[in-house]
């Protein structure tokens, strides 16, 4: 069986200027939210200082979170992806911090050269 190798996978598909952003649950599991290139870009842009707000259908909270959570607040570094709607549940991700910068990085590498699934 082939397992979800990344935590956080994109593909960018510049015809469409749109962004499949596939978040890891386990390792059989995987949820693909699908956002316009501006409206992943805004999250690029984002994410390290945080955003709180409606992004597509979607409402979106990131943030780089440096202690844990009350009381002991003990000090680690993560970020949280919740995501959420008026019509469904939540979902609340903790991922790592070098798995976001991996994933700016490969947005800006998928943006700045011709990709596999480019030329269908």
């Not at 992806?81 to 019509?87: D, E, L, P, Q």
Request: aromatic share 16%; with cysteine.
């Amino acid at each position: 069986m082939y397992n979800f190798k990344k935590n956080l996978k994109i593909y960018l598909f510049k015809d469409k200027k749109s962004i499949d952003f596939s978040i890891k649950v386990s390792k059989n599991c995987v949820n693909v939210y699908w956002l316009n290139q501006e409206e992943f870009e805004e999250i690029i842009t984002n994410w390290k200082t945080g955003i709180d707000k409606n992004i597509g259908k979607l409402h979106w909270c990131i943030q780089h979170k440096k202690t844990g959570s009350k009381p002991e607040k003990a000090p680690t570094s993560y970020v949280r992806i919740s995501v959420s709607t008026n019509f469904a549940p939540s979902f609340h991700y903790r991922v790592d911090y070098n798995d976001m910068l991996d994933m700016e990085k490969d947005y800006f590498y998928q943006k700045n050269n011709i990709m596999c699934w480019d030329n269908k």
